[in-house]
Each structure stands twice: as C-alpha cells, then as structure tokens.
C-alpha cells in the first residue's frame, strides 16, 4: 500500500492542473493514467481556454466587470443557470491563470480578437475572454517527452502540427506570400530536423502544448506521474458520510492501493466511447454505434462510473449530451477508422453543406457545435444524420476539404482512397454522393446568385463577429461567402461527432461530487468531462469545456490543500 495526500484519476488538463495546484501547496500527489501516454483529449485539443477578465486581457487594457459574462452565461443558460457554480468559475478563471504564470512552466497567449459564439445577447464579447497555451519547446520535458500523447495525426501536416491564428495564416497563404513562404520552409525544416532527432516535432502548440507545460509543472513541482495504471475501484469509508479514502489500480498485472489522505480526483476525460451510455443519452443514435467521436478511443466512462459506485449522482438531463462537432472518417493505412473534426474550413469562402435532399440547413460558419445541433434537428426521425460539405476545385485548392489538404500536396490521393467524391458537373457530384440532383442544382443557383455580392439571406453566413474571424479576411465583401462555380467539384460526407461528453458527474463549487439529494461525496472530486457541464449542455463561447476543467482542478486542488480557491 502507498500513502499519499491526493490522487488524480486522469492526466488531462483538469486532472493535471488539480495536481499542480495541489502539490505547489505542499500535498503529495499521485497521477494515475490508465494508457501509456499522458494527455488525454486535452493533448488533441485546440487548447483554447475561457477565462473571462483574464490577466492577459487586463494588460492589454481590456476591463470588464464579472456582471458582463455572468449575464452573458446566464442568457446562453437560462433556467439552467447555476449562479453559485458560475460565479466560482468566473472568480477563480482569471486566479487560476496567475497562478499558473507565476508559479509554474505554464505561459499563455492571449485571445483578445476572438468572440463568443452568439452575438444575440448584449453581453456578448468581441475579445478579451480566451487565452491558450504559448508555444512549447518538447526538449525542455526531457523523457516525458516519449510519454506525451501525440497530436492527433489527422489535423496535423504529416505530424506537424498546426497553430491556430498566425501560424495556420501563414501555411494557407505560403503558395501566395514570400513572406509565408519563408515562415513555412523554417518551420518545415525544423520539423524535420526534429524528425530525425527525437522522431516527433519539438514545437508543441494548441492543446499538446498546454499538457506538455502542465506535465512539466507536475514534474517540477513533485508529482509521481505513472502511466498504464488503470484504477478499478475507490476505496471509501463505511457508515455515515461514507468519506473516499483513495484507489486500487491495476499496474504491471498486480493491484495496488493507494491511500489518500486529502481524497481523490477524477479526470478521465467522460464517456464519448461508453456506447451504452451514448444510446441511452445521446440524440437519433438508436444502437449507439451512429455517433462518431473524436476523442481518444480510450475515454469510455470509466471515471463515471467509479464516481456512481461510490455513490454520485450522474446527472444525463443537460440540453445537449456533448459538444458535438462534424467529423469525417479517414481509412487509415493500419485499417482504423479515424475521425477527422471540421473545425475550419467550413467558415471558409465558397462551401455549403447540404443534406441528401440537396437543402442547406445551417449557417455553415457557426460552432461546430451548433452546426451538428442544426442536423440533429433538421433530420426526421428514423433517417441517419449525415451531411455534405460541397465546393469547387477552387476552394479545396485553397484551404484544403477536411483531410484532403490545400495545394501544392495533391488532391488526387483523397480521391482515389473515396474520401472525397470528385465530378466534373455538380450533377454528376450529387448522383456519385446520393444527393438529389434538382434540390442541389436549385440550391446551389440560389446559393452563388447571392455569394457573388457577399449576401446569404437564408442563413446570415459572415454575419456575426466569429463567423468572420473564421472566415478569410482577404477575401471582400464577405469573408466567408464566394461563389461554387468551376469544376471539377467536391463532396466530403459529414456524421455526427463530438469533442467530449457535457452529461457527467454533478459537482458543488468546489468540484466535490455531488450525491442524487444535493449532498458532497467527502473526499472525491470530479473534473474535466467526467462532470456534468456548468454551461449545461449549451456552447456559449470556444473553449467553454477546457476553461472550466482547468479552473475547477485550480479550484479541486486547492480545496484538498485546505485553501479557498480566490485567497
């Protein structure tokens, strides 16, 4: 038996932030990672944060009082709107980012042009409200390098993975800007310097980065970080308050426990992969097997349904089950099915997405999240969700169709593998991809009459401050709006994915797991996409799932030490 003061289920961003904060404040702490990497979705992620009146916004002049997106939140929310829980994430976000600036190997960036989602509420913001982690230097993580998950494969270029902002500007405009050019070539050939070197980039960004910083930390400040330890059962007290006292783990095929004096902290990044419990919680997916995530294979509910054993209440009754996302599916050379997300092409201009009938049903530049919430609802019941995102030679050229990527790498691969449909007329693109060919004809006439003067009555496409910070800010009247005119055209089909789950765990304010009748678990804490989702299951702003799991570990691993997350 091992005795320790805290142990972290879960070596995400919300586990691994719950460890940091905790063993700076002097606990001994023990992270266990049931596979043989660490990271978990966040190292997939884009890494982008919510913090509102974060320290980076503050410098750079921009104030705002808490009402603003407290207000904000509670119009997304509505009768959902759990001021108590709220009002501590909005309190301890911009705490939480100071902390980790002063006391740790965590930088950021900020985010201080990126909007919220919905501009409908006055209390929206334009900017100020984001940060993400800087840029990382692998090198500085010494072994833990080989043990950091990888980006995922599918969005990077052939393992080089690609910033968000000026760094993804500059790989679209490199065929078009000397500039670029240069900026790409250096960038290329240091990664393959570190190719050859260590057998993977060296320049960490997005999501990748923040683990790596937050791993760092971890080692810095203490923590016993092991990996391919899976916890199969928490140990707890008996009679009355029935307290958590720590884990048994399955490591190197023998159990082991490990006491936990300060209690337990459950990270393990939701049920995305449980396909049970996505039959019985998520929307049109009647086996289960209809919904395609692209979070790591291994998140299957295993922190869920420890917490439920031990007593927690599971709380499914949120609007929308997970932030859901289109994906496509890439037949990898190993024969797995990858999961490629949309996450920006679509605001891109000259792309429509249609659905078999050959109709538009969404403003394509909106989140990823409502962009599959518009399909869940425009689909009849007893039909498969699925979609089409449609252009011209033009476009893919351009800025690249999900996996298939921009000019100079050829398209021809993606076609010949079926990723992508190619024809020479967009009614031979609708009969090779089953769309009807009338509806198609009709909507693409209306469609491009309208994109040639940057309009889109029908669904407002360029029309709010995130669709054009998505879109592209050379091309005028709309950044996000051009005509489908110039064969040969394409046809990539879309289903219904996610990014993790939102249903979870139900937790105060202090991250504690909650009981059915509103009472504390003693001793266990819950995180990340284990927990149910203080936005309930909306998606008000980018980052509203990695925000809220790294400030409610700050605020876990500080409530273990004994301390209040705003001291």
Known sequence: MQTCDLVVIGSGAGGLSAA???AIQGLKVVVLEKEPVFGGTSAWSGGWMWIPRNPLAVRAGIHEPLE?????????LGPRFDEKKIRAYLEAGPKMVGFFETRTAVRFIDGNQIPDFHPNSEFAGTGGRSVCAAPYDGRELGPLIHRLRPPLDEITLRGLAIASGKDMAHFFNAMRSFKSALYVSGRLLAFARDRLCYGRSMHLVNGNALVARLLKSAQDAGVELTTEAHVVALTQESGPGSRITGVQASIDGQTQEFMARHGVVIACGGYPHDVARRKATFPKNPTGHEHWSAAPPTNTGDGIQLAQTAGAYFDSTLKNAAAWAPVSLVH???GHLARFPHLVERAKPGVIAVMKNGKRFVN???SYHDF???LIAATPEGEPLQAWLVCDHAFQRRYGLGFS????????????SGYIRQAASMGQLAQACGIDPSGLADTIANYNLHAARGEDPEFGKGTTPYNRIQGDASHTPNPCLAPIE????????????SLGTFAGIRTDEFGRAMREDGTALDGLYVVGNDSASIMEGNYPAGGVTLGPAVTFGYIAGRHAAGLSATD
Do not use: H, M
């Open 332 to 334: 990898r050379r190993d």
């Open 20 to 22: 940091v904060t905790a």
């Open 364 to 366: 394509e530049a909106s």
């Open 372 to 374: 599959i919430s518009a």
């Open 68 to 76: 603003r997106p407290l207000n904000y939140l509670r119009d997304e």
């Open 486 to 497: 110039r064969g040969p055209y394409y046809g990539l089909r879309l289903y219904p994915g």
């Open 405 to 416: 990527k921009p000019s100079p790498l050829p398209v021809k691969p993606y076609v010949k």
